[in-house]
């Protein structure tokens, strides 16, 4: 079993930038996975980033490349998703996942965080 608790959501003002913290426990094998989605309202949920937990290979959605990254802290069991020039359309529930290997694949993630809600005004 893995436990995840993401932190770090909250309001920012467009053009602004959010650090958002996944702390992980339990069970996490080194061929493991992390990755951050992202639900918007009325929207199905999206693949942003993912991370190995061995190693820095990482995977981004085009849709963020270039303003969001992706980082671990194995030490601290804590992946990262450091956002920059937000927009209003980045306005979103956002959640860390957990997976057997590196994947945009939701359907392949078996656990999941809570997810914190990040709003960005415009």
């Known amino acids: 079993q893995v436990q995840l608790v993401e932190s770090g959501g909250g309001l920012v003002q467009a053009g602004g930038s959010l650090r958002l913290s996944c702390a992980a426990s339990g069970r996490i094998f080194n061929n493991y996975a992390m990755g951050w989605f992202r639900q918007a309202p009325g929207k199905e949920r999206e693949f942003l980033a993912a991370?190995?937990?061995?190693?820095?290979?990482?995977y981004y959605a085009d849709s963020v490349k270039g303003r969001f990254t992706i980082s671990k802290d194995n030490v601290k069991n804590t992946v990262y998703l450091q956002m920059n020039s937000l927009k209003p359309e980045d306005t979103a529930v956002y959640y860390c996942?957990?997976?057997?290997?590196?994947?945009?694949?939701?359907?392949?993630?078996?656990?999941w965080g809570q997810g914190t809600q990040v709003t960005v005004s415009s």
């Open positions: 991370i190995r937990w061995s190693g820095t290979n990482t």
């Open positions: 996942a957990a997976a057997g290997k590196i994947t945009s694949i939701k359907s392949e993630y078996g656990y």
